[in-house]
């Protein structure tokens, strides 16, 4: 057996550590013009990155920032044992396009948003399990191929809600390792589905507020942990209400997150400048801050631990039309870099 | 570390083991009435399972099929570690919607008709490498659920070609473990997207072999092993041609693998009598013969090696009209039962 052992009844702690050896993000002209938008790696002046259609786009800017992972960490694509990812589009597309140019073993996921902590997961899994020396975990999501997936043709010019969030243009991916002085992946708590009756698909952050909730409050009680033990905890794309939500919940609960929380969505746009209303989405979110922003706070030393909960809507346009309501997850990844230069 | 390790270029061998502890399968009526049908565990007689669409249907029958699993391997759903499925709708919505109910941390995947084979190696990988005490993988799809996604309504009564197959109604899971005289999962090589420019979606089998036969061939050569070392090689659901192909790509490359290979898609069907063209396919199918007659042909010892390969289309409804070809991929899982009745 290896090390790991399950922590509670939702966790498991990796013994190994898994270190994150690189991170790449990509993404498009608006997240550039975004708060954070100095940080991220690779910025597209044209959201079509040159391709034909938008969903074209969107593989184009997974498959980079795959391919810039893999060239980081000074290897070769025959080298990366399993290659993971999902994105929002029917079948994964984006995904498997992107995974059909790499010569590499790929599992394709999907979590809705919540996508890119899952890769993230399963990816220290394989290498803290000792069944990949090197992976390679990522998602993507794209503005317009997400519009008219899920809401309405851009030509259209819907109006929007002042609850709607906006599909981040962007790609992440990790390259996770198991030598060398990187962040580390410590303790995985993988969500549960909940659902409480949401129907509005303009009011995602309601839908998945709740799955945050469980996750976050299984992951406190699995490692006996408080909110203040991390730097930051931060949550994939619940946007202003569905962050004051999780808050106010979780504080019901007997966990006080409000000192060092954020939500990637609500973070990455200038929401009143940029009309992106309650605040940032998609697989792409998440995958992006965590790969452009957090990664590089976490390998300057600015901060030691965080929590990433990538959050997940899990309904599709059809279970919508058939009067479903909107299931939501989320996956919680401890990210700790504790023993910096040596030993 | 786990005993575990990396075989060859693309596979893993499972040192620990873990076993299949029980399996179960759930078909609809016209499955029922195939060559197999006295091997399924659960038959609908109406195959919309008294649901009011066939979405919800699905959904429904790869709740039972998880149920009964657990329920079978005397546990509650808490005790299960993971439940991991996924299936053909868009956004996985039959799994997700299956999952809503469950109370265990839920992983969706997403591998076309691959899914089932990849649910059941990394539910193996997750024990395996002490993620998990207990897990549950499944897979499902639906004749009229996949006919409207990927094809045309039912009402519009298209002609199919004679490469055409036939989506199973069907979902199956199995329960895996670590203790007990059950059949073991050894070895596991993950498939490459392999995309030989085929864009008939008419022809499926054609677009999946060379996947099948490129994990095929990396199986062999990883692990050693000849193809007479199983009692069956069974892949997912290539149909008439795609069988034909396989064994015949394959012989060019060394491996005459005719005289034990079977393809579930060809045997769930008797294609003459049942219109069934050139057989069954969608996630559904290996899923409900692996656990419906397979799985119990390793009970009873009339086989003790088996290698499934489960193999899936990667297109989308989207990236067909957007004139792509259709990439595929195949996941191969070694399970062998060689030390019956104690030691």
């Not at 990187?182 to 993988?190: A, D, G, L, N, S």
């Not at 390998?299 to 346009?317: H, R, W």
């Not at 997850?329 to 040596?342: K, L, M, P, Q, Y």
Request: glycine share 12%; charged share 20%; with cysteine.
């Amino acid at each position: 057996m290896s090390g790991s052992k399950r922590v509670g009844s939702q966790s498991v702690e990796l013994k190994n550590r898994p270190k994150i050896i690189a991170a790449t993000s990509v993404v498009g002209p608006k997240e550039a013009d975004g708060p954070l938008g100095e940080y991220f790696d690779i910025k597209l002046k044209d959201d079509k990155n040159g391709k034909d259609t938008f969903e074209k786009a969107e593989s184009s800017i997974l498959h980079t920032s795959i391919m810039e992972c893999i060239k980081k960490g000074n290897l070769k694509e025959e080298e990366i044992d399993y290659l993971l990812c999902g994105d929002l589009q029917n079948q994964i597309a984006s995904s498997n396009f992107a995974a059909r140019d790499i010569k590499t073993p790929f599992i394709g996921l999907y979590g809705a948003c919540s996508t890119f902590s899952l890769s993230l997961s399963l990816g220290a899994m394989f290498v803290d399990g000792g069944f990949a020396n090197y992976v390679v975990s990522g998602a993507s999501s794209h503005f317009s191929s997400a519009e008219r997936q899920f809401r309405f043709p851009l030509e259209y010019g819907s109006q929007r809600a002042v609850t709607c969030q906006w599909t981040v243009t962007g790609a992440g991916s990790v390259l996770i390792g198991s030598e060398g002085n990187f962040p580390e992946v410590t303790y995985i708590t993988t969500g549960k589905v909940k659902d409480y009756g949401i129907k509005d698909v303009n009011n995602m952050g309601a839908a998945m507020a709740p799955s945050a909730v469980d996750t976050l409050y299984m992951h406190f009680k699995d490692t006996g942990r408080n909110p203040s033990y991390y730097d930051c905890i931060a949550t994939g794309d619940l946007g202003r209400f569905g962050r004051q939500t999780t808050e106010m919940m979780l504080k019901s609960l007997g966990y006080d997150i409000s000192k060092n929380y954020v939500d990637c969505g609500e973070s990455i746009y200038d929401n009143a400048r940029q009309d992106t209303f309650s605040g940032g989405s998609g697989c792409g979110c998440s995958a992006s801050v965590f790969t452009g922003y957090f990664y590089k706070q976490l390998m300057s030393g600015k901060i030691n631990k965080i929590l990433i909960v990538s959050t997940g809507a899990l309904m599709s346009p059809t279970s919508s039309f058939q009067g479903e309501s909107i299931p939501g997850i989320a996956h919680a990844v401890s990210i700790e870099f504790n023993n910096r230069g040596g030993n």
